[in-house]
């Protein structure tokens, strides 16, 4: 069993930065893909960033490009999330997630096989 837990959640001003931190358990986090996901109140889980299991390749939703930075570190069993220029926009709460293996897609809600209970960020204008 594979436990998720995110951290570095919570209020920040408009242009402000945040770190999400995801720890996993488990001997296999350096063999999958790793993904960050969001949802606002009322609206779908949508994709904000992923990265390959050895961290040598990186995808990011359109509207977070030059402004988020995923990083893994596989000795320590975890994924972060660098949020900087934030946006009001960005409020969510924030999910971290294992992609199943044998997938080929990043941003596919449905190709991802664990977890985290989610931490909220919050953006104030």
């Known amino acids: 069993q594979v436990q998720l837990v995110e951290s570095g959640g919570g209020l920040v001003q408009a242009g402000g930065s945040l770190r999400l931190s995801c720890a996993a358990s488990?001997?296999?986090?350096?063999?999958?893909?790793m993904g960050w996901f969001r949802q606002a109140p009322g609206k779908e889980r949508e994709f904000v960033a992923a990265?390959?299991?050895?961290?040598?390749?990186?995808y990011y939703a359109d509207s977070v490009k030059g402004r988020f930075t995923i990083s893994r570190d596989n000795a320590k069993n975890t994924v972060y999330l660098q949020m900087n220029s934030l946006k009001p926009e960005d409020t969510s709460i924030y999910y971290c997630a294992r992609r199943g293996p044998y997938y080929s897609d990043y941003d596919v809600v449905g190709e991802y096989d664990y977890w985290g209970q989610g931490t909220q960020v919050t953006v104030s204008s």
């Open positions: 488990g001997r296999t986090f350096s063999y999958y893909a």
């Open positions: 990265i390959s299991w050895s961290g040598g390749s990186t």
